[in-house]
């Protein structure tokens, strides 16, 4: 229960007896800030002006206060809700305000949206501002140094598809921050300081001792909408690209090998566009009757054998397709200050955006790219890639794009999932990878963008790990990856030891879906002949868990993400012995190989009797052990008393 404490010089707030907050805890400052964008990632430049710290604070009602101080006053609203309080905040505009939150001694910090690095952000400064995860520079460093001269990006000077205003600590503490402004979180020794351009609306302060409970109630703040349709859970979607003629043949062949295959995804649909750094979408949303002839009837072949078929879809247009220039003329298209074109480059190609702040732009993107496109012609899903390079100085139809910036992938999700449900067809998905608040309500499920084919952590397969348990304390509880990863420059290629190990990994998640990555002829595919007995294997058991995993689905209704970090029990950070193993569900926890050419691991099994999901063999928990992990069976481990123990041991004769 809440209990509000007021003496007349100082408000405090608590829960059954743990503080919140107490005043004072918030500054308004005025700056000037300049952004520098370039292929998605950005730079700010701040210059402070002003500062007024805001010490002072008088009761105005029953649950209102004003904070003033150097001239400036801030009003807020103390509401009551589960677990805790919700602020609300009338700011001033023109100003920025910072929060300051006093840390806990030996406290860990998690959320923050997606964060790649590490999964603790104590000591860590975190930029909310949604932006490209990649750059080339450290793209070209892999290609130029020797392994052992690449030197590992810290958290802070890496970006993130998806950061939200989000945080839980392993003291049973949240704080979500209702606001689409750009800030910055600094998580030091003795308090936390949270900084946003613009007031939040609201600041939520919730206390438990347990993770489900918290992520319960951040669930009623933004009620999780994810799903995924019954014909996911029946094996993987390989990615396969090159036409009609070669997604067919593919597809019959794995089935005819024996694999599992619940839908081929064809990125190049719509046309393929060749550049420098490899083989890229012609961003032209309607299907290319040279490349994949027939493709209506094609569809409807795959699908009398079980196969679905997914395509690819983005908010931008090529510069000078057919769709571009009918959009240019009707003005659908964003625009720069002087009227002309705005076009945003990613790798060596311009493209328009369209504008989704402009009614007629959004009807056609639902009735024609769609609706018409894609889904009357049988296709069942599709990435709706990208949503993060929106420029702050742009013009739109409606709105500020510097304060719809963060929303805009937001609002990109929203109109997909409306597309399919006016259309009315329950077996269609989509997948997202740039989000923000709010994004965990419209896309069924996210993937953890384009990562490296590499086993770098900063960014290759093992940062898969941090950023979906980040995404997961954000109230984000369905992520994905791409098998396999996608960038690939020079000599930064996957391996098949790499293309399998990421396989075992996913095979263990709610989605298995294969990437041919930017250079598919110069990395190895599911197809390739030392992979392919793996994937008849691993397609088979993942379909064979299907029912674990719908049972994970449901749990994910309510918030409670499906992968989560090796302490999700324990609530302690300081339990934590292995920041890329992870609880898949309530009764697994599995333990990916990130290492080359190892055929053994060292585990740390969280408290629990557990049985080797491989060798039948009993552990116990807490103890430390060396397990085999040779190529294909990663080691995975199952609650001995589970009752889906029976499934397990039939999925891995599979």
């Known amino acids: 229960m809440l209990r509000t404490e007021f003496d007349g010089r100082k408000l405090r707030l608590t829960v059954d007896g ?8 918030v500054s308004a400052i005025r700056h000037k800030k300049t952004y520098s964008t370039k292929r998605g990632t950005v730079k700010e430049t701040i210059v402070e002006l002003e500062h007024a710290r805001l010490d002072d604070i008088e009761r105005t009602g029953d649950s209102t206060f004003v904070m003033s101080g150097d001239g400036h006053s801030l009003k807020m609203e103390v509401t009551e809700c589960d677990l805790g309080c919700e602020i609300f905040f009338e700011g001033e505009d023109g100003w920025a305000y910072e929060f300051r939150i006093p840390a806990i001694e030996g406290e860990a910090v998690f959320g923050g949206g997606e964060q790649y690095r590490q999964t603790n952000l104590r000591g860590e400064r975190i930029m909310n501002f949604v932006s490209e995860h990649i750059t080339a520079r450290t793209l070209m460093e892999k290609v130029i140094l020797p392994d052992n001269r690449y030197r590992e990006k810290t958290a802070d000077s890496i970006g993130s598809y998806s950061p939200m205003p989000v945080f839980v600590t392993d003291k049973g503490r949240l704080f979500y921050f209702d ?20 007031c939040p609306r609201s600041m939520m302060l919730l206390h438990a001792d347990d993770y ?36 067919i043949s593919k597809a019959f062949t794995m089935l005819d090998a024996g694999a599992k295959i619940s839908a081929v995804w064809c990125q190049d649909w719509c046309g393929e566009n060749r550049t420098v750094m490899g083989k890229q979408v012609w961003w032209n949303y309607e299907y290319d009757d ?4 027939h493709l209506p009837e094609a569809i409807r072949r795959l699908e009398s054998r079980g196969v679905r078929f997914l395509a690819y879809l983005n908010p931008y247009l090529v510069k000078d397709s057919r769709l571009y220039k009918k959009c240019a003329k009707k003005g659908w298209l964003i625009t720069d200050r002087d009227g002309s074109i705005c076009h945003i480059k990613t790798t060596t190609f311009d493209a328009g955006m369209l504008d989704l702040t402009n009614p007629e732009a959004v009807r056609y993107i639902k009735e024609v790219l769609i609706k018409k496109n894609m889904l009357e012609i049988g296709v069942k899903g599709w990435m709706a890639d990208f949503g993060e390079y929106l420029p702050t100085d742009c013009v739109l139809h409606d709105g500020d794009p510097a304060e719809l910036h963060n929303m805009w992938p937001v609002l990109w999700a929203k109109i997909n999932r409306e597309a399919v449900e006016e259309y009315g067809d329950k077996d269609v998905m989509f997948f997202t990878r740039s989000g923000y608040l709010g994004e965990q309500c419209y896309a069924p499920i996210m993937w953890n963008g384009d990562q490296h084919t590499d086993l770098t952590r900063d960014y290759g397969m093992p940062c898969v790990m941090p950023a979906t348990f980040s995404l997961g304390f ?47 002829w110069a990395n190895s595919q599911f197809d390739s002949p030392a992979v392919l007995p793996h994937t ?47 609880f898949f569900g309530d009764d697994m926890y599995v333990c ?14 969280p408290e629990g009797n557990w049985t080797g999901f491989w060798d039948n063999k009993a552990y116990k928990g807490g103890d430390v052990i060396r397990v085999n992990a040779p190529l294909g069976k990663t080691p995975v481990f199952y609650r001995t008393e589970s009752s889906f123990r029976d499934l397990f041991r039939h999925a891995a004769e599979a």
Not at 18 to 25: G, M, V, Y
Not at 179 to 198: C, E, M, P, Q, V
């Open 18 to 25: 743990f503080e919140l907050l107490s005043t004072p805890f």
């Open 179 to 198: 606001t689409a402004s750009d800030g910055i979180s600094k998580f030091g020794i003795h308090n936390y300081r949270l900084k946003f351009d613009r």
């Open 212 to 247: 489900e409970t918290l992520m319960r109630a951040l669930a009623k703040k933004n009620p999780p909408r994810q799903y995924l349709p019954d014909w996911c859970l029946d094996g993987m979607i390989i990615a396969v690209q090159g036409g009609t003629d070669k997604v």
């Open 290 to 293: 040279k490349l994949y002839h």
């Open 474 to 520: 954000s109230g984000v509880p369905l992520v994905h990856s791409d098998i396999g990863g996608f960038f690939s420059v020079g000599r930064l290629r996957r391996n098949d030891e790499l293309f399998i190990r990421w396989m075992e990994m996913n095979t263990f998640s709610p989605l298995m879906r294969s990437h041919e990555s930017i250079r598919p």
């Open 536 to 582: 008849v294997r691993l397609t088979n058991i993942h379909a064979a868990l299907r029912p674990y995993i719908e049972r994970c689905l449901k749990q994910a209704e309510e918030g409670i993400p499906v992968i989560r970090p090796d302490f999700w029990n324990a609530v302690d950070y300081g339990a934590s012995r292995d920041e890329y193993s992870y």
């Open 592 to 605: 990916p190989v990130i290492e080359k050419n190892v055929s053994e691991r060292t585990v740390y099994l």
